[in-house]
């Protein structure tokens, strides 16, 4: 199979879905992206790199960093987060008030906004630098030294995250956070506004397709974690719209608001996209339907 050939056709085909979509405006930082960009890049385990489109062009990660936080977490404490979070869908917007009241300050799973302050109280708590930690690691899988947050973005996010703090304030009622609010906070929107490419993430990523093999061969957390952490990529990794996603493209996957995926092909490698414009549940549109493009192509869903 031609790889290379093959990201391009998808490139192709894909360039007329951008003005589907509109670019998350709510933030105001990322409301001047051009909606038409778009970029794919796939590296397989062995760390061979195809691409096609803006691979190597950097863009604000959002909630794809979630996935990579989790990591860290699971890889300090084994599953004990989820005394704290649970491990369901949670059907509802990512950054639901009204879920979190219900379920009386324990949020739904760590990838909704709630769910993901917890898990960055928790590597807080376990590193003292939550937004370093996860700096660093990224710098490291990716092999990029020069990876680091938009601090436009950065500023933006924390101007305008009151629901995030709202989120925070609630679970902090029921003391289901360790750490003071504001920092918590702190930690949250720097991590949110990292900036990488579609090239950058993909290699960042190989420890899910390597079962937690590192970049450097050694082991980030068990066998056992990474199946664990893919399921949760799969079930609750693209917002209130993963059942669909499970659907079209088959693959472990976490998407951001920035217009990034990451998705996982285990023992394969990790491909992802980026593509501004997004659908109304906050995923890529150009980029969903690459990938659904992509694993229908290959064959190479998990299913």
């Known amino acids: 199979m031609d790889l290379q050939a093959l990201l391009d056709e998808i490139a192709v085909a894909v360039a007329p879905l951008a003005a589907r979509g509109k670019v998350a405006d709510y933030i105001p930082a990322l409301a001047g992206v051009a909606p038409g960009r ?10 061979e790199l195809f691409g096609s489109g803006e691979l190597h062009a950097a863009f604000s990660l959002q909630s794809v960093c979630k996935a990579f936080t989790l990591a860290l977490v699971l890889a300090a404490d084994g599953d004990v987060l989820f005394e704290r979070v649970g491990r369901e869908p949670s059907g509802n917007p990512f950054n639901s008030l009204v879920q979190l009241e219900y379920e009386h ?52 996010e924390a101007e305008h995250g009151h629901r995030n703090a709202a989120l925070a304030h609630f679970m902090a009622s029921y003391g289901n956070l360790e750490n003071p609010v504001d920092v918590v906070l702190d930690h949250y929107f720097r991590q949110c506004a990292i900036a990488m490419s579609c090239a950058e993430l993909a290699r960042a990523g190989l420890f899910l397709a390597r079962h937690g093999e590192r970049a450097d061969g050694t082991a980030l957390f068990s066998r056992s974690l990474a199946k664990r952490l893919n399921a949760i990529l799969l079930t609750c990794g693209t917002y209130d719209a993963a059942g669909d996603f499970a659907y079209r493209v088959g693959l472990p996957g976490k998407s951001g608001v920035g217009g990034g995926i ?33 694993t229908t192509r290959t064959g190479w869903s998990i299913f």
């Open 105 to 156: 300050g324990v949020p739904r799973n760590p990838f909704i906004n709630a769910g993901a302050l917890v898990t960055v109280d928790r590597l807080l708590s376990t590193t003292g630098d939550a937004f370093g930690a996860l700096r660093a690691f990224l710098r490291a899988e990716s092999g990029s030294t020069s990876i680091d947050l938009d601090p436009v973005v950065a500023a933006s």
């Open 262 to 294: 990451l998705t996982v092909l285990p023992g394969r490698g990790c491909l992802a996209v980026w593509g501004p414009a997004l659908d109304k549940t906050g995923n890529s549109v150009a980029g969903v339907e690459a990938l659904d493009l992509f």
């Open 38 to 47: 778009f970029g794919m890049a796939l590296v397989t385990v062995d760390g």
